[in-house]
């Protein structure tokens, strides 16, 4: 790929970004006051939890928006079984095709913070098909997205992404502290 098509896929996600940051404002409220509740009554007042929940709040409100409840009932329909056909010529068909992916990067990154079971891979992952599959599902049913074989691996590849980042902070924070309280 030549240089002016970096540029022109990178055009097209940051213009494609604009709608989900949008929706970042109200899912920042609706977080505060999942994260209020959360805290109460679960917590106990666990201010890094209710931080996190409030994050992921956030996130799944702007994901839900972004792929479902932005979209008109029956304005797509179509199944693609084929993988990789979501790639395109186009620098736009590539730029989908990573937004996919990094849909679901938050997801695998926070899901372990928040979850314990999470921080096996297998299960995160596993999650990360489970939303691909779902989201496919409820798009074909309302006829909201086009049903993509392709969407649901690149969330799959978003999700364990997002776990590598997790574990890759983990092991830099570990050593860190390792570290810094080692003796000479």
């Known amino acids: 790929m030549e240089q002016n098509d970096f540029s022109s896929i990178f ?9 989900p940051i949008s929706y970042l404002p109200a899912g920042l409220l609706i977080g505060i006051a999942a994260a209020i509740i959360y805290s109460r009554l679960i917590l ?16 799944l409100y702007a994901a839900a928006n972004t792929v479902y ?4 009932p029956g304005s797509r329909e179509g199944i693609d079984w084929m993988l990789l056909e979501s790639w395109g ?3 736009s068909s590539k730029a989908f095709v990573i937004e996919n992916i990094l849909l679901t990067i938050p997801l695998g990154l926070l899901l372990p913070l928040l979850w314990r079971p999470c921080r096996k891979i297998w299960i995160c992952v596993g999650i990360g098909v489970l939303a691909g599959v779902g989201i496919e599902l409820l798009q074909l049913i ?3 997205g086009y049903c993509q074989a392709d969407d649901v691996w ?10 590598c980042i997790w574990r890759l902070a983990c092991a830099v924070f570990e050593k860190q502290s390792a570290d ?3 003796l000479p």
């Open 89 to 91: 010529a186009s620098p």
């Open 44 to 59: 106990r007042g666990n201010p890094k939890k209710a931080g996190l929940l409030w994050v992921f709040t956030a996130y």
């Open 142 to 144: 309302t006829k909201r």
């Open 154 to 163: 690149t969330n799959t590849l978003g999700a364990f992404l997002g776990w």
């Open 180 to 182: 810094t309280f080692r």
């Open 11 to 19: 055009i097209c996600i940051l213009e494609d970004l604009a709608e």
């Open 69 to 72: 409840f932005s979209r008109e």
